[in-house]
């Protein structure tokens, strides 16, 4: 694999991941009633906790992301 097509690949992955991310987090910011409503029957959780726990998974998700997709691109274009 050329140095261009990995470059462009981990630009698709990480601009595929931000949208997942993005898409997470105005989930829980936008209908945050209606969301912990919906896990809360299910998980039994407190408003508090539920935050607690999607702050968390997107803070991980947002690490993943740069670790595995934003710093091997940057690296890629510095070399190439």
Not at 14 to 36: A, D, E, K, Q
């Amino acid at each position: 694999m050329s140095l261009a097509t990995a470059r462009s690949v981990l630009f698709w992955c990480m601009l595929i991941n931000l949208g997942g991310l993005t898409l997470w987090g105005l989930l829980i910011v936008l209908p945050h009633g209606w969301s912990h409503r919906l896990w809360g029957r299910w998980l039994r959780i407190s408003p508090e906790q539920f935050d607690t726990v999607n702050f968390a998974g997107i803070l991980f998700y947002e690490i993943l992301i740069f670790v595995f997709n934003v710093v091997p691109y940057l690296a890629l274009l510095i070399v190439g």
